[in-house]
């Protein structure tokens, strides 16, 4: 298994610029979400997914959309980028939706963005 | 609602000294707590985790104890190593869908 991607690695993009960051799994998970990390923030939820076609926000999701076509896929978008977007993107999965359980959530390797 | 609260970093100690990161947390019901870590340039990885009161999570040399009378999960390390150097993050699971997860503590351990 390959596990969480994520891809690009790293991006920069310029004020207004729009951009898709991809996220897959191939686990079979329920459960996907994004996170931002910035400095002494630690890891903000953007949006989830409980499953396919079902996707909510989270703590900051304001610039940004998902969408949850397929299991495997969760991608962000962002639709005008702006310099406040400047961080570090993570995206996670785990089996089911409960956070109660001990399911571990797993992590992609994360994207750098700047916006400049 | 639900929130963490860990230990501003960084810490920097030794090697083969003894660490503790402090962790505590509000929530209602039962939730289950979790520690992560993540190495530089790579994403979170579990480190251990513990689902009820007294339950003690281990992994690695690492452990932590949830403790329900004070809501705090302590990472403990008898002997860290320089590999041990890291950020880590605590987090609990409540009954809803999300994980809330603490601001993260940087790790410097020096040679």
């Known amino acids: 298994n390959a596990g969480v991607t994520q891809t690009p690695k790293f991006q920069v993009l310029k004020t207004g610029q729009s951009m898709t960051l991809q996220c897959a799994q191939d686990m079979n998970h329920e459960y996907m979400s994004w996170y931002r990390q910035d400095p002494g923030m630690g890891l903000r939820l953007i949006h989830y997914?409980?499953?396919?076609?079902?996707?909510d926000q989270g703590e900051v999701p304001n610039g940004y959309n998902v969408s949850r076509s397929t299991t495997e896929d969760f991608p962000l978008r962002l639709l005008s980028a702006a310099p406040s977007q400047t961080s570090v993107y993570f995206c996670?999965?785990?089996?089911?939706?409960?956070?109660?359980?001990?399911?571990?959530?797993?992590f992609g390797p994360g994207t750098r963005l700047t916006v400049l | 609602g639900n929130s963490v609260t860990q230990m501003e970093g960084p810490v920097t100690l030794s090697e083969e000294a003894f660490l503790t990161i402090n962790c505590t947390y509000t929530?209602?019901?039962?939730?289950?707590l979790f520690w992560y870590v993540q190495y530089p340039g790579e994403g979170l990885q579990l480190l251990l985790k513990?689902?009820?009161?007294?339950d003690k999570g281990s992994n690695k040399g690492f452990e932590a104890t949830y403790r329900k009378e004070t809501t705090s999960f302590h990472l403990e390390k008898g002997s860290v190593q320089v590999s041990d150097s890291a950020v880590y993050f605590c987090a609990l699971g409540g009954r809803d869908d999300k994980i809330i997860f603490g601001k993260g503590t940087r790790l410097h351990i020096l040679p």
């Open positions: 929530a209602t019901g039962y939730p289950s």
């Open positions: 997914s409980v499953g396919a076609g079902i996707t």
């Open positions: 996670a999965s785990r089996t089911t939706v409960l956070a109660g359980t001990t399911d571990t959530q797993y």
């Open positions: 513990a689902t009820k009161a007294d």
